[in-house]
């Protein structure tokens, strides 16, 4: 995506965009900081009912980082119509390093005064 087409988004879009940014430059530091501290992610990997806080949400990105390793991806956000305190952004993401894999990524983003939108859930669902 241009630098031109990300400055023309939402600032709820730019941060489903940046989650992505960051987990190409593998900085943990700069993901974790997208999460609210009790924000959940509902991921098909694991047989935990949720990760539920950073500290359970680490590891889980940690992962996501090494398996995204020179993927190519493409991202598309599915508009909706949606009011200006709703924070709910669903990504189609494709991931290709071979084979193709599309998921939705459905973040629930709430507003914070000082820090923008955080991440309050994310919920990641690969279509078959």
Known sequence: MSKSSITRLDSREKI???????IE????????????????VYEPFSTAEGLHGRSSIEPFLKVAMMANRNMRR????LKAKRSEGDGTVTA??????????????????????????????LRIKFLI
């Open 74 to 77: 493409k991202i598309k956000i």
């Open 16 to 22: 489903v965009h940046k989650f992505f940014r960051l």
């Open 92 to 121: 189609l993401v494709t991931f290709e390093l071979g084979e193709r894999v599309n998921a939705h990524f459905t973040f629930d983003l709430e507003p914070h005064t000082q820090k923008g939108w955080k991440i309050k859930t």
């Open 25 to 40: 430059q593998r900085d943990l530091g700069g993901l974790l900081e997208l999460f609210d501290y009790d924000a959940t």
